[in-house]
């Protein structure tokens, strides 16, 4: 099991769905998943019964997720949040932080139709937003992370690569 984690825009869905074909391994999106089986995006579940009720369907999805035979997982930015996910994280496979600076992050969520349709705006504000993410989360995916590796300035096809050479 590959499991990739980290702040949303640093590229889990693109570089793991990269090492899924490499790998020869089926790739499996957490976000994705979560919004198949609730039949709404994730904007919408925010919207609608907010962040605690979302928090609890990514929880059983990562469960089923992580049963599933070997497979490459993007899992959500916040995924980490739980102590309980983080232990299953820590116990499933081998666990990848993709890392990026702010500003990198901001251009590239800004730049992203996906993210404005189905992901939560931003709620208090880009660059200040983003930076507060990775103050709280850091030491959360540093926790879970075998492997770090920093995304700004590389292909996505040279992060996979990264990847598979340690």
């Not at 932080?97 to 504000?125: C, N, Q």
Request: charged share 30%; aromatic share 4%.
């Amino acid at each position: 099991m590959l499991i990739l984690i980290g702040l949303r825009g640093t590229g889990k869905t693109t570089v793991g769905r990269l090492l899924a074909e490499k790998l020869a391994l089926p790739f499996l999106d957490a976000d994705a998943e979560l919004e198949a089986r609730a039949g709404r995006t994730i904007r919408e579940i925010f919207a609608e019964e907010g962040e605690k009720h979302f928090r609890e369907l990514e929880v059983q999805v990562l469960q089923e997720l992580l049963a599933c035979k070997p497979s490459v997982i993007a899992t959500g930015g916040g995924v980490v949040l739980r102590e309980s996910n983080r232990q299953l994280l820590n116990a499933a496979g081998k666990v990848v932080w993709l890392t990026a600076d702010v500003g990198t992050l901001l251009r590239r969520l800004e730049g992203d139709a996906t993210t404005h349709g189905r992901r939560p705006d931003l709620s208090t504000g880009g660059w200040a937003e983003i930076e507060d993410q990775m103050r709280q989360r850091e030491a959360l995916y540093r926790g879970c992370a075998d492997l770090e590796v920093d995304t700004v300035g590389r292909s996505p096809q040279e992060i996979a690569e990264a990847i598979l050479a340690s």
